[in-house]
């Protein structure tokens, strides 16, 4: 290969890396939610109470999300979360949360019942104190 070969190639390999780092970034945004690829997601919990939104397609039939939280020493723990129909603000499942104290771990499972094949969005909003991690999973009726 001749030097602009090579050039090329690794211009061409700093964009396909690029864009695919900003295809799994966590989005802000309700309007643009990050699509669920796989049935589970992980993060960082934060004290500065960021939100971000996730789509997955559900139903028909009982969905069931676990949510897993693991505080760091001597620190809470917290995220909120909420499943939305995509098109409206209403609240198919609300006001949850699973918390981990001092180093500890904290879960919550909830389901719901689809009556059809919908997407919905997942809204997880970090507790306003402390820090840790997270894993949410989906089992039941997805994709």
Same mark, same amino acid.
């Given at each position: 290969?001749?030097?602009?070969?090579?050039?090329?190639?690794?211009?061409?390999?700093m964009?396909?890396?690029t864009?695919a780092?900003?295809?799994?970034?966590?989005?802000?945004?309700?309007?643009?939610?990050?699509?669920?690829?796989?049935?589970?997601?992980?993060?960082? #919990?934060?004290?500065?109470?960021?939100?971000?939104?996730?789509?997955?397609?559900?139903?028909? $039939?009982?969905? *069931?999300? +676990? =949510?897993?939280?693991?505080a760091?020493?001597?620190?809470?723990?917290?995220?909120?979360?909420?499943?939305?129909?995509?098109?409206?603000?209403?609240?198919?499942?609300?006001?949850?949360?699973?918390?981990?104290?001092?180093?500890?771990?904290?879960?919550?499972?909830?389901?719901?019942? #689809?009556?059809?094949?919908?997407?919905?969005?997942?809204?997880?909003?970090?507790?306003?104190? $402390?820090?840790? *991690?997270? +894993? =949410?999973?989906?089992?039941?009726?997805?994709?």
């Amino acid at each position: 290969m001749t030097r602009s070969n090579y050039l090329m190639f690794g211009i061409f390999a700093m964009i396909l890396a690029t864009s695919a780092v900003t295809a799994f970034a966590q989005s802000t945004d309700r309007d643009h939610p990050t699509p669920v690829v796989k049935n589970e997601i992980s993060g960082d #919990l934060t004290p500065n109470k960021l939100e971000n939104y996730y789509s997955l397609t559900a139903g028909p $039939g009982e969905l *069931t999300i +676990t =949510v897993d939280v693991h505080a760091r020493p001597a620190d809470i723990g917290v995220l909120n979360f909420e499943l939305l129909a995509i098109k409206s603000s209403t609240p198919l499942l609300c006001c949850e949360f699973a918390q981990g104290d001092d180093g500890g771990t904290g879960q919550d499972i909830k389901s719901i019942k #689809l009556a059809k094949r919908q997407t919905i969005i997942l809204h997880l909003t970090n507790g306003p104190v $402390g820090g840790g *991690t997270y +894993t =949410v999973r989906f089992t039941g009726a997805t994709h």
